[in-house]
């Protein structure tokens, strides 16, 4: 009798089991949808509401808040469902190394025409088989201006200044914390050798008496707030942040600067391949783009977007960099091999040691 | 003696000051005229205004608060059943079910999420509502099964045994005498496990998918990359919706009772 039961109550789940197993793809298929998983407030609702009214699908909106916490998801669930991602560069090249991503077929992308050629084809992503260019960020030298002169600074070397004493906010991110380092001393931000890398930890460790926060969650707040005055911050979030503490500059460092062009990409197992095109093709369309730079504060890519901007943000270095500038940017390589040998030199910069 | 007094009046304010203090500072902040500084800068209600223009946010609580609802009730059933049986009957492997409550709730929720991602997968189960519904009810079971558990220990075992003298059936005696002495208990159970479904992260990151996106997720990741006043606003309103819920529990409660002492 017992045992009688206990069959019926298995058949019963398996029976559950097996109709939503059966249900739910039926039910995905049937509607018209795109699945976005995206860096919290990187896509403006507009947009995605515009979208919507222009081709009838329905765009379902999933966030993350880093490469690592998207790339663990997409990892663990292949077949979750996500269409588009947007991964910054040397993420690219880690889900392109492992076949995480989709082929794109540029002929479905007509827009394609508008974006800056000095963005496409980098080694990321030699043809951009897998990748487009969606927002560019650069790490660069904050300063406000209410309280320190900003005549000498050009370089990062100027924040090893005396007067910085006790002073800087510093990125808590160890590749853009070693980038720095690297770049003053002349090398590659992406450089291997293990002698250079110790050379930019000793470097540091004669910057970390300015040091005064390591922070890169509320960078924005800080400075706004000016609980720091000085230091490392994203061009992008100084740009939002003048309309709060219009004092703050930033500042293209002459050696050289870290850039990140975060892309977009379709997975490997996109559900719905035509309406990933369609939102794809449509982000690149020169007043949508104009839009979402305006919005997010960042760079577009996109050299018709640019143009459609009003005259003082074409003007606004930190929404157009010029091409010369660009070309002072280096984009970050998933350096893997020497990761554990930074981790080592990061861990002892931060008990200050 | 004094002293005393002092101590004893600053002491429990203190306790209060420091479980109630941060959120207070959310509550204030919601109404702060900025949208990036953590300085107060003036008063507002610009972000409730946004909160309910933001139809993303909004349906992500939406989601959350169903799954919550659906998890909580589902889960206070089963677990309360499983108490009862636990408590009343005798059954083969009822010291290992007990026992194995009790791992599940100091299990690592990481753990718990793989887990139950392994076997979506294999159960080829797509992501999605009824994979974030059927782990929160696991996630919440078994902490409303010894919520109520705990309580039912307490009670005479002898009320059973007269009530089935005077000819009550397991139905009855369950129905009747078992659910009205376990209610506070049971709607204890039901709100911790509202509240852990509202809340969980972890578990959550692992079995949700693309078409049903939910609150804590979403916090998460904004609180990652800049909090907005907006979400300011929405766990004040959050925090008056629990509030009611608790306060129309315990007046139920209250009622309840005083009509028990108002009977003898």
Redesign the interface.
Known sequence: MLKNKLAKKFLGLSLLCFSFGFLSPVVLAQANILNVYVWTAYLPQDVVKQFRKETGIRVNISEYDSNETMYAKIKASPDAGYDIIFPSNYFIHRMRKQNMLHIIDKDKLPNLQYINRDLLRKPFDPNNEFSIPYLCSITGIVINTDYLDNKNITSWQDLWQERFRDKLLVLDDMREVFSIALLTLGYSINDTNPDHIKEAYLKLKTLLPNVKIFNSDVEQNIYIDEDAIVGMGWNGDINLSLAENPKLKFIYPKEGFVMSIDCLAITKNAPHLENAYKFINFLMRPDIAKKISEEIGYPSPNLAAIKLLPKDMQNNPLLNPSSELLKRGQLQDATDEVLPLYEKYWEKLKIGE | MKLNRLIKYSYPAFVYLFLYFPILIIVVFSFND??????WKGFTTQWYTELFR???LLSVTGHSLIIGVLAATIATAIGTIAAVSLFRYRFWGKKLLHGLLFVMIVTPEIVMG?AL?LLY?S??????F?SLLLAHITLCIPFVTITVYSRITTLDKAIFEAARDLGATDFTIFSKIIIPLLSPSIIAGWLLSFTLSLDDVITS??V????F?ILP??V?????????PEINALCTLLLILTLLIIISAQFALYKNSGKKHAKK
């Open positions: 900025t949208s990036r500084s953590l300085v933001d139809t993303n793989i991602l997968s159960l080829d189960l797509p992501l999605g009824w990151y692992f949700s998918g693309p078409s996106s997720l979403k998460y990741a904004m609180v990652r990359l800049g909090i907005k």
